[in-house]
């Protein structure tokens, strides 16, 4: 049987080691039912519970997550990415941040580990919210975001992360041949489906990555950096 998601990678797990859905929880640092929801991919598991089933098991949280790599911790001399974790914000504190360094880590709920060992220092990811992108992006989709670009930086095509004022919005960029820029939604149904790039527009950040955490499948890598 493939373990194609999160949940059936982490019962195959558990299975290999011989324990018990409580035996796991408390392992995790969780409850027995919690258990049972990620088993049947209801919810992800937090960092640090990630974190604790990864030294459990001497695999990689990216491989629980993702199922790429190697199911083993230590594979091929090279360095397992475990103890790197990257801040999930809120829209909200991405409408607002100067840089992710100035966030207090306190305010910070979750942490999950990059999904390449090549992801920039300073990346952050963003759950999808809305169908402004669907089906190519679904709500609750992560996406990996690199702030350290300016508007110079960018192509026609890259998806990116902007705000105006303090509303910050995913979309995709369109540059024409005269230089005027606008922003398009992926959903062809959804209205506007294009609007400006306005001067006050203010870049985030560039979506690099993301992945779909109820299967962790990886939904795109967007750009190579």
Same mark, same amino acid.
């Given at each position: ?14 299975r290999?080691?011989?324990l018990?859905q ?61 103890g ?8 909200? @504190? *991405? ?6 360094e100035? #966030?207090?880590?306190? $305010?910070?709920?979750?942490? !999950?580990?990059? =999904? ?28 990996l ?28 960029l ?9 922003? @398009? *939604? ?7 489906? #294009?609007?400006?790039? $306005?001067?006050?527009?203010? !870049?985030?950040? =560039?979506?690099?990555d ?16």
């Open positions: 049987m493939k373990n194609e998601t999160i949940g059936q990678r982490i019962r195959a797990l558990r290999s080691k011989k018990t409580m035996q796991l929880a408390k392992i995790a640092g969780v409850s027995s039912p919690a258990v049972t929801e990620w088993e049947k991919d209801s919810y992800l598991p937090k960092a640090a519970s990630l974190e604790a089933m990864a030294n459990e098991f001497g695999v990689t949280t990216e491989f629980i997550l993702t199922g790429k790599g190697s199911s083993s911790k230590y594979d091929n001399n090279v360095a397992p990415i475990i790197k974790l990257l801040p999930v914000l809120s829209w909200v @504190q *991405a409408g607002e941040m100067t840089s992710v100035a #966030i207090d880590p306190s $305010e910070i709920s979750e942490w !999950l580990p990059p =999904l390449s060992t090549d992801d920039p220092d300073g990346c952050f990811y963003l759950k999808v919210v809305g169908v402004s992108n669907y089906p190519a992006y679904m709500e609750g989709d992560c996406i975001v690199n702030p350290k670009f300016q508007v110079c930086d960018l192509l026609s095509g890259d998806l990116i992360v902007v705000r105006n004022n303090t509303d910050a919005t995913f979309k995709k369109v540059i024409e041949s005269d230089d005027r820029k606008y922003l @398009q *939604a992926l959903n062809p149904n959804f209205h506007p489906n #294009i609007i400006e790039f $306005e001067e006050d527009t203010e !870049l985030v950040g =560039l979506v690099i993301a992945f779909r955490p109820l299967g962790g499948s990886r939904v795109n890598r967007t750009r190579k950096i």
